[in-house]
């Protein structure tokens, strides 16, 4: 063996293991940011207040009084700013929404951050272009005729 790689096959992973742990060592530090309320908030938010609302305003994130309670947050909404009057006259109706979709008072007040919501749609991806050296050229023998 060469002395870059292990000498234990169980170091170079030579069993296999299941998916779920490798994407949980992978996630843990990332989600350990947020609260598992904060990444379903996300996720579902289209599903929470409906569509329509939804590409007018993006949760940012959730605020709780206490560290050790988890109810009665400020949920961080970025919306654009031709739609923060009316979703600020919508407040207790998304409010509402949220908390029934969690089965809870999770959410108690909502802050507006007044900036542009940004789009999470892709485009469709295209085949790349191939440069003009590398196109097919019509010959003399493969005319339409």
Not at 85 to 105: A, C, K, M, W
């Amino acid at each position: 063996m060469n002395a870059a790689s292990p000498k234990d096959p169980a170091e170079r992973g030579a069993y296999t293991r299941s998916l779920s742990r490798l994407l949980r060592d992978v996630t843990a530090p990332a989600l350990a940011k947020r609260s598992r309320a904060e990444a379903s908030l996300i996720l579902d938010w289209a599903t929470i207040v409906g569509a329509d609302l939804a590409a007018k305003a993006k949760p940012v994130r959730l605020s709780f009084p206490k560290r050790s309670e988890r109810r009665g947050a400020t949920l961080l909404l970025r919306v654009d700013s031709a739609y923060a009057l009316d979703l600020q006259h919508q407040e207790p109706q998304v409010i509402e929404r949220v908390n029934t979709h969690f089965g809870y008072s999770l959410v108690s007040r909502l802050r507006l951050e007044q900036a542009p919501v940004r789009e999470t749609h892709q485009r469709p991806r295209t085949a790349p272009r191939l440069p003009p050296a590398c196109r097919r050229t019509k010959g003399p023998d493969s005319s339409g005729s």
